[in-house]
């Protein structure tokens, strides 16, 4: 049986300051103000768009394969290990290069569509 993380809660820490946690309590990313919230929601609309598509081309991945997949692309697009790729640790700065890199594919797909 695969453990799944999923978001039980949030941690306010102060004023628009907060967190995501999981059942155990344990954090699922970086503290985030409102305007990094509102970046890595940007970052994620058009990323998680392009690794959802696989899930259609290729019916055979599974959702967390495909997902993976999307990381390992966007780790090496941004020159980073796959292991410190995911949006819920990115800053502003790094969010922002999510939607410059993952845009331009999203816009093309739905142009084709």
């Known amino acids: 049986m695969r453990s799944r993380i999923s978001l039980i809660g949030v941690v306010q820490i102060s004023g628009s300051i907060s967190v995501g946690i ?15 919230r509102a970046c890595r929601k940007k970052a994620h609309y058009f990323f998680d768009n392009l690794w959802q598509r696989k899930l259609i081309t290729h019916p055979n991945l599974t959702k967390n394969q495909a997902r993976r997949l999307g990381y390992k692309w966007l780790s090496e697009k941004l020159n980073i290990s796959h292991h410190l790729c995911h949006i819920a640790f990115f800053d502003i700065d790094l969010c922002n290069q999510v939607i410059l890199i993952c845009e331009p594919y999203f816009i093309s797909l739905n142009r084709n569509n």
Request: proline fraction near 7%; charged fraction near 35%; hydrophobic fraction near 25%.
């Open 22 to 36: 999981n059942s155990d309590g344990r954090p699922l990313g970086y503290i985030a103000d409102e305007e990094l």
